[in-house]
């Protein structure tokens, strides 16, 4: 049973627009969300983060909005670029890091 | 600063045997998580390890082990190797449990 979904294993998206990528979970007693992007061949590196406590949090780029009521986040990066190609994990967990679950990712190809 | 460091990077056993890859954390990190990617599914957490002591572990069989020395360095051990333990297996680091992880390159174990 599968805690945390990410329903779309892969994405494409134009040089420039805006690439959603979204995660839904399943566990309740979850409250802190990561994003991390992964080249091939190499682990995976974090993007951003949010807490139960907040609904949206913005880097750069890169901006995860959280729904609790729903249990769904999703990660927007505008404008996309062809180098932000790459598998992207959404992970979740509870108290101190318990319970530590990651998504099975989706592949974003960004087509210049 | 050096990052999390695995070896080795390639490592290729028979079925029943045993495996043994380690993992260096990044320095003042204490937490270190092993996870296995197998081919085509996402990041299945494995262990967790703070302050030498296990936290917590996925759901896998006890064959699955590890430590982590008081220099936090980490190994993980697998005994008596299936064909399905072939995958990457990827170690994180972090200050605590709940701040996100620095990962390794990975070690990709190949059970023949």
């Known amino acids: 049973d599968q805690q945390v979904k990410q329903n779309s294993p892969s994405l494409s998206v134009q040089e420039g627009r805006i690439s959603i990528l979204n995660c839904d979970y399943t566990?309740?007693?979850?409250?802190?969300f990561l994003w991390y992007k992964k080249y091939p061949a190499e682990g995976p590196t974090f993007l951003i983060s949010?807490?139960?406590?907040?609904d949206k949090n913005e880097d750069g780029r890169f901006t995860v909005f959280l729904n609790k009521s729903a249990k769904h986040l999703s990660l927007h990066i505008v404008p996309s670029q062809p180098g932000d190609s790459a598998v992207y994990f959404c992970?979740?967990?509870?108290?101190?890091?318990?319970?530590?679950?990651f998504g099975p990712g989706t592949r974003l190809s960004v087509l210049p | 600063e050096a990052g999390v460091t695995q070896s080795p990077t390639h490592l290729i056993k028979t079925r029943g045997q045993q495996a043994t890859l380690r993992c260096s954390p990044i320095?003042?990190?204490?937490?270190v998580y092993w996870y296995q990617q197998a081919l085509g599914l996402g990041l299945q957490f494995l262990l967790w390890?703070?302050?030498?002591?296990?936290?917590n572990r996925g759901n896998f069989p006890p064959r699955f082990s590890g430590r982590q020395f008081p220099n936090y360095s980490s190994e993980l051990n697998v005994n008596a190797l299936e064909l399905e333990d072939s995958a990457l297996y990827l170690c994180?680091?972090?200050?605590?449990?709940?701040?996100?992880?620095?990962f390794g390159p990975g070690t990709r174990l190949t059970v023949l």
């Open positions: 994180a680091s972090s200050l605590s449990g709940r701040d996100e992880q620095f």
């Open positions: 566990n309740s007693m979850f409250d802190y």
């Open positions: 949010i807490s139960s406590i907040k």
């Open positions: 992970a979740a967990s509870d108290n101190y890091g318990q319970n530590f679950v």
């Open positions: 320095s003042g990190h204490t937490s």
């Open positions: 390890y703070d302050e030498g002591e296990e936290r």
